[in-house]
Nanobody, 118 residues
């Protein structure tokens, strides 16, 4: 049974930082690229950062230079360090395999809410 549990979200002022963490179980974590996705109200879910199984990251243009993704294959975790946050970063953040949701749409976790507001 695949389980993805996101944590670390919260309310932060513009320019602030947050660190998100995702714990994965039930998947062969080290075999897959992992990603952080986000979904803002009224918008589709989008992939904002992904990291290959060997640790090479890629980022959406909207977060490049501000977000850093990392993974620990021994602990089955993937983190997202978010700096210089902007109001447009407000969304629910999820982790999953990337860029394809390999284990199916039913594997999405509850996500973690990030709100950037003064």
């Amino acid at each position: 049974q695949v389980q993805l549990v996101e944590s670390g979200g919260g309310l932060v002022q513009p320019g602030g930082s947050l660190r998100l963490s995702c714990a994965a179980s039930g998947i062969i974590f080290s075999l897959y690229a992992m990603g952080w996705y986000r979904q803002a109200p009224g918008k589709q879910r989008e992939l904002v950062a992904m990291i290959t199984k060997s640790g090479n990251p890629t980022y959406a243009d909207s977060v490049k230079g501000r977000f850093t993704i990392s993974r620990d294959n021994a602990e089955n975790t993937v983190d997202l360090q978010m700096n210089s946050l902007k109001p447009e970063d407000t969304a629910v953040y999820y982790c999953n395999t990337a860029p394809d949701v390999v284990y199916g749409e039913g594997t999405w976790g509850r996500g973690t809410q990030v709100t950037v507001s003064s």
